[in-house]
Structure formats: structure tokens, C-alpha cells
């Protein structure tokens, strides 16, 4: 079984930056892709971004495509995600998760997940 844990959420100014760590552990990380997703008050979780388990392989939801990055270190159980040129709509609880399975943007897919971390931007 994986534990995650996210960190690196706060308050930022429309425009900012972010980075979002996620850091795994009691499992093998690198048998896992991982993805971040993102929760706003009153949605449904949503997909953001996908990294397969060497990443060689990403995908970004068209919303944030060009602005964030997922990235991982297998050597180190961390994954990821740098967040560029925040928007007021990227208000959220951000997720990680891993999938033993390849490219997926289905929530129930992933069998593992992080607690969430929040993001909040300011306009």
C-alpha cells in the first residue's frame, strides 16, 4: 500500500507560481504513474495532470496545458507539479495519486491518494 502526502499549497497572487510536492511512501513508487488532480468548492474532482511510472510520458487537461508541469524522481518517492501563471480558476484542493496502470484521467482508476493540499489564489 502507497501513502502519499502533498505539500507546497498556499496563497498566491494571480500570475504566481507554485510547487506542489508529493511524497510516497510503504510502497514502490516507481511501479505507480502518477497524476495530480484538483477539487473547487461544489466540482467534481478533475483531472490536471498524468506522468507515467519513468516519466517518459505526460499529459496535461487543456486547462492548464503550457503553464504547469508534472515531474517525478523515483529515487526520491516524490512526484511533482509546478504550477506557472496561476489563474483565479485554479482555486483548489490539489490531489496526487498513483494508478498501476498506464494513461488515465478516470479519478477511479487510481488506486492510491494523497490528502490534498489547498491553493488559493488571489485576483
Known amino acids: 500500500q502507497v501513502q502519499l502526502v502533498e505539500s507546497g499549497g498556499g496563497l498566491v497572487q494571480a500570475g504566481g507560481s507554485l510547487r506542489l510536492s508529493c511524497a510516497a511512501s510503504?510502497?514502490?513508487?516507481?511501479?505507480?504513474?502518477m497524476g495530480w488532480f484538483r477539487q473547487a468548492p461544489g466540482k467534481e474532482r478533475a483531472f490536471v495532470a498524468y506522468?507515467?511510472?519513468?516519466?517518459?510520458?505526460?499529459s496535461y487537461a487543456d486547462s492548464v496545458k503550457g503553464r504547469f508541469t508534472i515531474s517525478r524522481d523515483n529515487a526520491k518517492n516524490m512526484g511533482y507539479l509546478q504550477m506557472n501563471s496561476l489563474k483565479p480558476e485554479d482555486t483548489a484542493v490539489y490531489y496526487c495519486?498513483?494508478?498501476?496502470?498506464?494513461?488515465?484521467?478516470?479519478?477511479?482508476?487510481?488506486?492510491?491518494w494523497g490528502q490534498g493540499t489547498q491553493v488559493t489564489l488571489s485576483s
Open positions: 506522468i507515467s511510472w519513468s516519466g517518459g510520458s505526460t
Open positions: 510503504g510502497g514502490t513508487f516507481s511501479w505507480y504513474a
Open positions: 495519486a498513483v494508478a498501476a496502470r498506464g494513461f488515465t484521467t478516470q479519478p477511479t482508476q487510481y488506486a492510491y
